[in-house]
């Protein structure tokens, strides 16, 4: 089975742009979790997906957005990029059943996101 | 609020030597605590998982300890091996989204040959 998918792997960015981020979910699964993670804060969870709709939703400013698709593949949305958000993008899939064994996160490789 | 809170930072640990690292909580609806393990330019990867009505689980040269009236659980590496070295991850997650884990904030393991 192929693992999660994240593309691109790296990107840089200006201050003001906007960017977007897609993830492959593993084959099967229907929950798609995002996640910033960098050297000050370490992980933190920035929203959920689940059958297309949002369904948790984390601490983070409205300028951070994303989507399902039907095919349960995802993408997350930065605008008005700030030097703060410099970090790596994670995506991990489950099956979203609702259970801790059956929801084991399975994480993409990440992409790079620099803001200069 | 941080609520898992992770140590130590960075661990060195000779070859064949036990790495410990411990995680505190403070939700009591957390009932699913996870640990990662990173390493460079990869995502994390699942090591192993407890439940609360359990207080150790183990598998292979890895073990957590689980203690639910401290609201705290540590990994256990025995025999850590160079190819252990990497940052690892506690989190802990809930009924109300186990997609949804909160993570501390690593410890970075290196065991010297």
């Known amino acids: 089975k192929a693992g999660v998918t994240q593309t691109p792997r790296y990107l840089i960015k200006t201050r003001g742009q906007q960017v977007t981020l897609s993830c492959s979910p593993i084959s099967g699964h229907r929950s798609v979790s995002w996640y910033q993670q960098t050297p000050g804060q370490g992980l933190q969870f920035l929203f959920e997906y689940f059958s297309e709709t949002q369904r948790n939703k984390g601490n983070f400013p409205g300028r951070f957005s994303g989507r399902q698709f039907s095919n349960s593949r995802s993408e997350m949305n930065v605008s008005t990029l700030e030097l703060g958000d410099s970090a790596l993008y994670l995506c991990?899939?489950?099956?979203?059943?609702?259970?801790?064994?059956?929801?084991?996160?399975?994480f993409g490789p990440g992409t790079r996101l620099t803001v200069l | 609020q941080q609520q898992v809170k992770q140590s130590p930072q960075s661990l060195i640990v000779q070859k064949g030597g036990i790495s410990i690292i411990n995680c505190a909580y403070e939700?009591?609806?957390?009932?699913?605590f996870p640990w990662y393990q990173q390493f460079p330019g990869k995502g994390p990867a699942l090591l192993i998982a407890?439940?609360?009505?359990?207080s150790e689980k183990k598998e292979g040269r890895f073990t957590i300890s689980f203690n639910k009236s401290a609201k705290q659980f540590s990994l256990h590496i025995m025999d850590s091996q160079p190819g252990d070295s990497a940052t690892y991850f506690c989190?802990?997650?809930?009924?109300?989204?186990?997609?949804?884990?909160?993570f501390g904030k690593g410890t970075m393991l290196l065991v010297s040959p």
């Open positions: 991990a899939s489950s099956s979203g059943a609702g259970g801790p064994s059956t929801d084991t996160q399975y």
């Open positions: 989190a802990a997650g809930s009924g109300s989204g186990y997609s949804t884990l909160t």
């Open positions: 407890i439940r609360p009505d359990v």
């Open positions: 939700n009591t609806a957390f009932d699913y």
